[in-house]
């Protein structure tokens, strides 16, 4: 069992619908991560939340729209979504140090998600 | 830029035997961190080892070993006596930092098939 949880596992969803992913991590982790993995490609890199706070956008579109409610959750809003977006969406966690770049992430299971 | 080099997409061995997986890797930093995660089929991404860059020590665990050489910017890993459970994609990683945030530059993965 990993300790970073992602719901749901498997997602699928129309162009127009609106859907919501969600991560929970309980390590005490205070900052967390959304990557985006097509089939037989390394995960790419979409947000990064330092202390509930957006520091890394790596210029997603609008209309994925991430949210850091507290140190614990964090979701990704979905809306109009393309065929091209269907993917493996990953949620990680790691510690933060200042200045350091050596904590692990650690990866929940990842939410299977397909664009009708 | 910072870039991680996998040039072996995908290796098939039979069960018992070893087999190393090479990680080629560019960054200009003086201090750098590079990481290993084996994903298996269920899509999890976990985390095998961290080495950063003035610790040129090889590490051992149990049958998975790691030979770091900063002279060749390689970080390869070695899988001794494999087995069946081994069988994932597994992925080599460098650390970018950016403010108070990092973020992973993943290689392409090797897919690792170990056959009975």
């Known amino acids: 069992d990993t300790e970073v949880t992602q719901t749901p596992k498997h997602l699928v969803m129309g162009m127009t619908n609106k859907k919501s992913l969600k991560c929970e991590q309980h390590m005490g982790h205070r900052a967390m991560y959304w990557y985006k993995q097509k089939a037989k490609k390394p995960p790419e890199l979409m947000f990064v939340?330092?202390?509930?706070?957006?520091?890394i956008n790596e210029s997603v579109p609008s209309r994925f729209s991430p949210e850091c409610p507290n140190s614990s959750l964090l979701n990704l809003h979905l809306h109009a979504l393309q065929p091209e977006d269907s993917a493996l969406y990953l949620c990680?966690?790691?510690?933060?140090?200042?200045?350091?770049?050596?904590?692990?992430?650690?990866f929940g299971d990842g939410t299977r998600l397909s664009i009708l | 830029a910072q870039k991680v080099t996998q040039a072996q997409t995908e290796i098939s061995v039979v069960e018992k035997e070893d087999v190393t997986l090479d990680c080629v890797y560019e960054?200009?930093?003086?201090?750098?961190?590079l990481f290993w995660y084996k994903q298996p089929p269920s899509g999890e991404l976990v985390f095998l080892i961290r080495r950063n860059s003035f610790d040129e020590q090889n590490e051992i665990s149990g049958r998975y070993s790691w030979n770091f050489q900063k002279s060749t910017s390689s970080f390869n890993f070695t899988i001794t006596a494999s087995q069946v459970v081994d069988s994932a994609v597994y992925f080599c990683a460098l650390s970018e930092a950016e403010d108070s945030s990092y973020k992973l530059i993943f290689g392409s993965g090797t897919r690792l098939l170990v056959r009975p």
């Open positions: 960054t200009r930093d003086t201090t750098y961190y």
């Open positions: 990680a966690s790691s510690r933060v140090r200042q200045g350091a770049r050596d904590q692990p992430q650690h």
């Open positions: 939340y330092s202390y509930e706070k957006l520091s």
